[in-house]
């Protein structure tokens, strides 16, 4: 089968349209540009392992914090703003 070359655009103009609805546009609608980028560039075993990591860190630190008298709550949120601490520190050394 034939197609003409305005077929093929109105198919790919179609096709770019399915797209940008399906991943969001840029104006906003549909996906953050995080879960899009999770979505097609993160490595699924790496985002594991990330998450692994990150799962045991959080759990030794609270148990550090727990023998040294701090509260739950308080423990958590420190923790919580040292991952972000870390990660921005990472992410300041990344550069392409």
């Known amino acids: 089968m034939k197609i003409t070359k305005r077929q093929l655009r109105r198919i790919i103009k179609e096709e770019k349209a399915k797209l ?28 594991q392992q990330l ?20 509260d739950d709550q308080e423990a958590y949120e420190m923790i919580l703003a040292g991952f972000h601490q870390l990660i921005e520190d990472e992410i300041m050394e990344m550069r392409y």
């Open 20 to 47: 940008a609805e399906a991943w969001g546009s840029s104006s906003g609608t549909g996906q953050s540009p995080a879960d899009r980028a999770t979505g097609l560039y993160f490595d699924v075993k790496m985002m």
């Open 51 to 70: 998450g692994s990591l990150m799962d045991g860190m959080f759990h030794n630190a609270m148990d550090a914090a727990r023998a040294d008298g701090v």
